[in-house]
């Protein structure tokens, strides 16, 4: 049964700095890894999905980096900004899922101007 | 591109009381997905339809959950009775089902249940 992690639950920063969030999977056979975002009291917004085949995916200041082998993921946000405070969800699609997202618990960011 | 969209945003009810949501996903999206997410955790998947079939339904409590997609659009999900523990935002999400390292799901802002 896949299991994904995220480490740390939560994180607090001063606006501009550069920040990392992990996640790990216990399952390595997955198709791919996607990284949302998630404001309160709204639904989910995917930023960067990883296929199995890609180490890598950047859009903007997020760079999402996949290491299918040792079953983890990192997100870097570079120059943060206070817009950027929001949970942060880390989910797999696993091989033989029928295409079910798998997520972790959260990282809940806040950025402090 | 019109969204994926739920209604109600949100809902009290007391326990032992019934209470239904409503989804409508994109236009053209087969698949449609259920998930609960509950205070701290991350969406768990409850069921999953492609077209108007049930694809996995395995951790949806049948005793009080049903869900139905007639016609292979809008899903209506029902909780009767409801129970304390069934108190969180309940998502509903939709894709086009392409190639699975491709596969994308699209999420609705959510219903949120507070069952007293």
């Known amino acids: 049964k896949q299991e994904v992690t995220q480490i740390p639950a939560a994180l607090s920063v001063p606006e501009g700095e550069n920040l990392v969030l992990n996640c790990s999977f216990t399952d390595s056979a997955i198709y791919n890894l996607q990284w949302f975002r998630q404001d309160p009291g709204k639904g989910l917004t995917s930023l960067l999905l990883i296929q199995s085949s890609q180490r890598e995916q950047t859009s903007g200041r997020l760079n999402a980096s996949l290491d299918k082998s040792s079953g983890r993921s990192t997100l870097y946000i570079a120059a943060s900004q206070p817009g950027d405070s929001a949970t942060y969800l880390c989910a797999v699609i696993s091989g033989g899922s029928n295409y079910k997202l798998t997520f972790g618990k959260g990282t809940l960011l806040t950025v402090n101007p | 591109e019109a969204g994926v969209a739920q209604s109600p945003r949100y809902k009290i009810i007391e326990k032992r009381q019934s209470v239904a949501f409503w989804c409508n996903p994109i236009s053209g999206h087969a698949?449609?997905?259920?998930?609960?997410?509950?205070?701290?955790?991350?969406?768990?998947?409850?069921?999953?339809?492609?077209?108007?079939?049930?694809?996995?339904?395995?951790?949806?409590?049948?005793?009080?959950?049903?869900?139905?997609?007639?016609?292979?659009?809008?899903?209506?999900?029902?909780?009767?009775?409801?129970?304390?523990?069934?108190?969180?935002?309940?998502?509903?999400?939709?894709?086009?089902?392409?190639?699975?390292?491709?596969?994308?799901?699209?999420?609705?802002?959510?219903?949120?249940?507070?069952?007293?």
């Open chain 2, 31 to 116: 698949t449609l997905y259920w998930y609960q997410q509950i205070l701290g955790q991350g969406p768990k998947l409850l069921i999953q339809f492609q077209n108007n079939g049930v694809v996995d339904d395995s951790q949806l409590p049948k005793d009080r959950f049903s869900a139905e997609r007639l016609k292979g659009v809008d899903s209506t999900l029902k909780i009767q009775p409801a129970k304390l523990e069934d108190s969180a935002v309940y998502l509903c999400a939709s894709s086009l089902t392409r190639l699975a390292n491709q596969e994308t799901q699209y999420f609705g802002p959510g219903t949120r249940l507070l069952v007293l």
